[in-house]
């Protein structure tokens, strides 16, 4: 088995365990799409209108719950400094690890929208539109997460400062994201716009994330 | 297989932690590095492997497999035991094995080196110490690499259990292998040369 896919496995595996971040995202998920119908009350329209929004935003927090532990917790057990000695070279473990906590965050989220998006009034169309913006632009959420994780990962209380640092980068993911799920659902805009740059900003994401990172562990482990 | 340093030096956190180390380890030696605690040896082993910048000096390998980096071919111990607790005692030892290129992962005769074997299920969570500084050791047990930099290895073992972790090095020097052991104490190891850090100052 070579060191990437060891890694990834163990990555999966200790996201599925106790104490991993798999289940935490998806329960904080469904627990904060759900809360919002309580809140807004039974409007309707209102709650189809803002439903891709709040499935987004919901999504946006849930993949950031995660990724402060994505480094910090090798760091702190001496883990990471025999990843570094890896034969593999460092932007594609971390890009790796990127893969691992989307497959186990990620993923879930895009399996769990459709059934939470009866919550928010959105039919079958629509929801078929969310869950394909969603599955194009978690990763991106994913990867540029990656660069806060690499950044604060010797820090105590690194999850703060990670999404001071985070949330700004991921804004015009949550733009187009929305936009695209909104154009599915209301128009006028064609689907195909936005959803073309959403497609073009995980591009992006997938290449400039794991080397931001990477770049990042170096400096921190001096 | 030599590897050997030349007037090295090293800087961290705005501190020169040790200047002017010059040594050379030879295949089937080993060099214990001793000191004052502060006096650097930590700092040593991790430079060698390049997670702490050299600031000065030159280090080399010579013999060795020229495609692969210094780092590559040595295992390090350190501090830290780099186990999962959430992972059994055998999928820790796998994953460590896989990802370093072992080509099987065969993980009973390690842990049976180490005396683990009957332990194997059980989550690291619930180890002790010393036993999760016996199952760091398996790793370099389960990856043939020619080098090992262990820092303070014998820390937290019981009297067998240091005796064993001597008998495994021992194991590696007739093999051809080279060892750097950064250590308060004697750990078992016969004939060994001692390069002392910070006597100078």
């Known amino acids: ?222 | 297989m030599r590897l050997s340093a030349v007037d090295l030096a090293c800087h961290r956190g705005g501190r020169d932690v040790f200047a002017g180390v010059s040594f050379a380890v030879g295949s089937g030696e080993a060099l214990t590095v001793t000191g004052r605690n502060g006096a650097g040896k930590s700092s040593l082993l991790r430079c060698i492997i390049g997670l702490v910048r050299i600031a000065h000096g030159r280090l080399t390998l010579e013999d060795g497999n020229s495609e692969l980096s210094i780092a590559e071919q040595t295992h390090y111990l350190g501090h830290q035991d780099a186990l999962k607790p959430s992972l059994s005692v055998a999928e820790n030892l796998r994953f460590w094995a896989g990802f370093f290129g072992a080509r099987t992962a065969k993980i009973a005769a390690p842990l049976a080196a180490v005396g683990l074997d009957t332990l194997a299920d059980l989550p690291a969570a619930y180890l002790s110490a010393g036993q999760r500084r016996r199952l760091s050791i398996a790793r370099l047990v389960a990856v043939e690499r020619p080098i090992w930099l262990l820092d303070e290895p014998s820390s937290a073992l019981d009297a067998a259990a240091q005796d064993r972790l001597g008998e495994l090095m021992r194991q590696h020097l007739a093999g051809g292998g080279l060892i750097l052991a950064a250590t308060h104490g004697p750990i078992g190891l016969a004939g060994a040369r001692e390069l002392r850090l910070g006597a100078a100052t």
């Open chain 1, 1 to 222: 088995m070579s060191a990437l896919a060891a890694l990834l496995v163990r990555d999966m595996r200790l996201a599925v365990r106790v104490g991993g971040g798999a289940l935490m995202g998806v329960l904080f998920f469904l627990v904060v799409v759900t809360l919002t119908p309580f809140a807004l009350g039974p409007d309707l329209a209102l709650l189809k209108r803002i439903g891709p929004a709040i499935l987004w935003l919901a999504a946006l927090l849930a993949s950031l719950l995660a990724l402060d532990r994505l480094f910090a917790s090798d760091h702190e057990d001496g883990s990471l400094d025999l990843i570094l000695m890896s034969r593999a070279p460092l932007e594609l473990v971390v890009a790796v690890k990127g893969l691992a906590h989307w497959l186990t965050t990620g993923l879930p989220l895009i399996v769990a929208a459709p059934l939470i998006g009866l919550f928010l009034n959105l039919d079958p169309p629509a929801e078929a539109a969310l869950m394909l913006t969603l599955l194009v632009g978690t990763p991106a959420l994913t990867f540029i997460g990656l660069i806060g994780a690499a950044i604060s990962v010797a820090l105590r209380r690194g999850g703060l400062l990670l999404a001071v640092i985070v949330l700004p980068l991921t804004v015009p993911v949550l733009i187009f994201g929305v936009a695209a799920a909104n154009a599915a659902v209301t128009g006028p805009v064609p689907f195909g716009t936005p959803f073309t740059i959403l497609c073009a900003l995980t591009l992006a994401s997938l290449v400039v994330g794991p080397f931001a990172a990477a770049a990042a562990l170096r400096q921190e482990m001096e």
